[in-house]
């Protein structure tokens, strides 16, 4: 069966400093990957998804970052946090064909940036 | 669905009755449909699908209907218990490689 993990679960960072969430799917290939935010009370925004090894697709302006180096890992990043970059971050996977179909959410990376 | 960044409505519901839970989507090219469940501090979990050429699926407990020519989709639980507390997504796709979830609604189950 396939799973989904992401780490860390939660991480209190100063402003400035350097970000780095990974998330591995195991139990299928190539697959879909997807970054998506949510900040307190609100809905789930894309970040970036990707359709293989090194093809990454940016839905927002932003100083975030994203990197596919094997194809079931999913890594993002920042150089610098902002304190609007709190929030609890969701990775995701899908099959991978054409249209997103249902997508299989890991347990989230909450991020307090102080 | 609807716009991402807004505020979650929300909706109270006595124990046992039935709860339903309303979305509107804004692609009507989308052809697959899904309603996630996302209980606190954790990802969003699969509730239920349905795909554009059908206007009605029923799973355990759950229902989930489409209304395509006002661009409508809602969630219907039956028997509402406490662990159906949450807040509830509607999600569509217009066959790309993406998912658009509405705005969400939290749901709270009264004893």
């Known amino acids: 069966s396939q799973t989904i993990h992401q780490w860390p679960a939660t991480l209190v960072q100063p402003v400035g400093s350097p970000l780095s969430l990974e998330c591995t799917v195991e139990g299928t290939s190539n697959p879909n990957l997807y970054w998506y935010r949510q900040a307190a009370g609100r809905g789930l925004q894309l970040l970036f998804y990707s359709v293989g090894i090194g093809q990454i697709s940016s839905e927002v302006p932003q100083n975030l970052s994203a990197s596919r180096p094997q194809d079931r890992q999913f890594i993002l990043s920042s150089k610098k946090l902002l304190l609007s970059d709190s929030g609890f971050y969701l990775c995701?996977?899908?099959?991978?064909?054409?249209?997103?179909?249902?997508?299989?959410f890991g347990e989230g990376s909450r991020l307090t940036v102080l | 669905g609807e716009s991402v960044g807004l505020h979650l409505p929300t909706l109270s519901v006595q124990e046992g009755d039935n709860s339903i839970i309303n979305c509107a989507y804004s692609n009507s090219a989308s052809d697959y449909f899904i309603w996630y469940k996302q209980e606190s501090g954790k990802g969003p979990q699969f509730i239920i699908d349905?795909?554009?050429?059908?206007d009605k699926r029923q799973g355990q407990r759950v229902t989930v209907l489409l209304n395509k020519t006002v661009k409508h989709l809602s969630l219907q639980i039956a028997a509402t218990q406490p662990g159906d507390s949450a807040v509830y997504f509607c999600a569509e796709n217009g066959n790309d490689y993406k998912l658009s979830f509405g705005a969400g609604t939290t749901v709270t189950v009264r004893a």
């Open positions: 995701a996977w899908s099959p991978g064909v054409a249209g997103a179909g249902e997508l299989f």
């Open positions: 349905i795909r554009s050429n059908m």
